[in-house]
């Protein structure tokens, strides 16, 4: 724990506590406006009923917070690790009079904390917020109840899972080429791939598909894990 203190004072923390305000306020702007959409167009919901319903806004909802933290989250593993063992601060980092591996998995345990904790209550948020605001006045003609919230909360737990899953891989992938940009763009990639899959599959899906990556984000893990003790060596 206190070598995740120390990695929480090392990081200027304003600008991903900022993005986490924003994700899911811009999560919220989206399914509102999707909410809307109907009352500009009815013919909208002649072609496609499924947006008339709550189930496939907070879909939306989950994606979008999903992407937003999982993004975030790869971002700032790049510049808590990759900017760690670069060729500048390699001699720093490895001098720590700790193990490499302790040093190492608190600075991935920080970032999956941040980040994980980030997107449930984002999404709690965002779902909360539009809850109220449908209790209040009411933009789709679909049967609105608190189970529909309780509902959800499979799915927040299960967007910690992908998060978490999902930044590891970009990480690997970025930290292979030694470049940031490359592992936000896998994230991006990654998410637009789940994305497609969850409107396509529904919840089961979902379910599948965050357990196949979060197994292979411990396994990325523990890989990684093998290449910073080399570089001890």
Same mark, same amino acid.
């Given at each position: 724990?206190?070598?995740?203190?120390?990695?929480?004072?090392?990081?200027?923390?304003?600008?991903?506590? $900022?993005?986490?305000?924003?994700?899911?306020?811009?999560? &919220?702007? +989206?399914?509102?406006?999707?909410?809307?959409?109907?009352?500009?167009?009815?013919?909208?919901?002649?072609?496609?009923?499924?947006?008339?319903?709550?189930?496939?806004?907070?879909?939306?909802?989950?994606?979008?917070?999903?992407?937003?933290?999982?993004?975030?989250?790869?971002?700032? +593993?790049?510049?808590?690790?990759?900017?760690?063992?670069?060729?500048?601060?390699?001699?720093?980092?490895?001098?720590?009079?700790?193990?490499?591996?302790?040093?190492?998995?608190?600075?991935?345990?920080?970032?999956?904390?941040?980040?994980?904790?980030?997107?449930?209550?984002?999404?709690?948020?965002?779902?909360?917020?539009?809850?109220?605001?449908?209790?209040?006045?009411?933009?789709?003609?679909?049967?609105?109840?608190?189970?529909?919230?309780?509902?959800?909360?499979? &799915?927040?737990?299960?967007?910690?899972?992908?998060?978490?899953?999902?930044?590891?891989?970009?990480?690997?992938?970025?930290?292979?080429?030694?470049?940031?940009?490359?592992?936000?763009?896998?994230?991006?990639? &990654?998410?637009?791939?789940?994305?497609?899959?969850?409107?396509?599959?529904?919840?089961?899906?979902? $379910?599948?598909?965050?357990?196949?990556?979060?197994?292979?984000?411990?396994?990325?893990?523990?890989?990684?894990?093998?290449?910073? $003790?080399?570089?001890?060596?």
């Amino acid at each position: 724990m206190k070598l995740i203190g120390l990695e929480m004072k090392k990081i200027a923390l304003t600008p991903y506590l $900022l993005a986490s305000v924003l994700i899911p306020l811009a999560a &919220l702007a +989206l399914i509102d406006l999707l909410a809307y959409a109907p009352q500009i167009d009815p013919n909208i919901l002649a072609t496609d009923p499924e947006m008339g319903t709550y189930a496939f806004l907070y879909v939306i909802s989950f994606i979008i917070n999903v992407t937003g933290f999982a993004c975030m989250n790869t971002a700032m +593993l790049g510049k808590v690790i990759m900017e760690s063992y670069n060729d500048n601060y390699i001699p720093l980092t490895l001098s720590y009079p700790v193990s490499r591996k302790k040093v190492f998995w608190a600075k991935i345990v920080f970032c999956e904390l941040f980040c994980g904790v980030g997107v449930f209550i984002g999404l709690l948020l965002t779902n909360s917020l539009f809850f109220v605001s449908e209790s209040v006045f009411s933009l789709v003609k679909d049967t609105l109840s608190f189970t529909t919230i309780v509902n959800q909360l499979p &799915l927040m737990i299960v967007s910690i899972m992908l998060v978490v899953s999902i930044s590891l891989i970009a990480l690997a992938i970025g930290w292979w080429r030694n470049s940031l940009a490359l592992a936000i763009v896998s994230a991006v990639v &990654l998410c637009s791939i789940l994305s497609n899959l969850v409107t396509v599959g529904g919840v089961e899906v979902i $379910l599948a598909i965050s357990g196949i990556l979060f197994f292979i984000g411990v396994l990325v893990v523990l890989t990684l894990t093998k290449k910073v $003790l080399r570089l001890e060596a």
